[in-house]
């Protein structure tokens, strides 16, 4: 268990329809950061929160948004949902530790 | 082309082998490496941290940094078959108080099985 949790674990939705995925920090850690992983992709950067602020964005897509809570835990919100959406989201946390990962949610769109 | 390379492999190597993981970087200001392992699509599991140029050593595990080639190693000795998941190199700009860069960027991961 690397403290870093995020539920739920799989999700199968329709084309169309919006998810959300949630993640809790590993206790102490301020930044939250969300990255998916398709299987023909490695591990993309979509975006970082430190201690409820955006910090950095990368390749997300303007369908997907995110927060941080004022107690940490952060929520990825997928919208219009579309075939090629489907993969593994981690979210992972840091600072002061090094990076870690939760067990990540498997989102499947059908 | 990409910041990080990693040869994706796959790597299949003998129990008790030694086996060597390799990642070439362009970007300069990358300052903190990590090599990480994922099991079968399982979440990144965090096996090595280091900071700058050097060797860093962890039980079977030895991580190289070389920042003049650009160039980070992971060295596993007495390899088994439970090392056997896909190796990801990571790297990051910097960490600075309360206003780190954080974000890390990943090899593509260099898929290794172990057999006995």
């Known amino acids: 268990d690397s403290g870093v949790t995020q539920t739920p674990k799989h999700l199968i939705t329709a084309t169309g329809q919006r998810v959300t995925l949630r993640c809790s920090p590993r206790s102490g850690d301020l930044s939250v950061y969300w990255y998916q992983q398709s299987l023909d992709q490695g591990l993309q950067f979509l975006i970082q929160?430190?201690?409820?602020?955006?910090?950095a964005k990368g390749n997300i897509l303007e369908r997907f948004s995110a927060q941080q809570f004022p107690d940490l835990h952060s929520e990825l919100n997928l919208s219009s949902l579309e075939l090629g959406d489907s993969a593994l989201y981690f979210c992972?946390?840091?600072?002061?530790?090094?990076?870690?990962f939760g067990p990540g949610t498997r989102l499947t769109v059908l | 082309q990409k910041e990080v390379e990693q040869d994706p492999g796959p790597l299949s190597v003998p129990e008790g082998a030694i086996v060597s993981l390799n990642c070439t970087y362009s970007n300069s200001a990358f300052q903190y490496f990590m090599w990480y392992r994922q099991y079968s699509r399982k979440g990144p599991e965090l096996l090595m941290y280091t900071y700058s140029s050097g060797n860093k050593e962890d039980g079977r595990f030895t991580a190289q940094v070389d920042k003049s080639s650009k160039y980070i190693s992971l060295f596993i000795r007495d390899s088994q078959p439970s090392d056997s998941a896909t190796y990801l190199c990571?790297?990051?700009?910097?960490?600075?108080?309360?206003?780190?860069?954080?974000?890390?960027?990943f090899g593509q991961g260099t898929i290794l099985t172990v057999h006995p």
């Open positions: 992972a946390s840091s600072q002061p530790n090094p990076m870690i």
């Open positions: 990571a790297m990051s700009a910097f960490l600075s108080g309360g206003t780190s860069y954080g974000k890390l960027t």
């Open positions: 929160y430190y201690n409820g602020e955006e910090r």
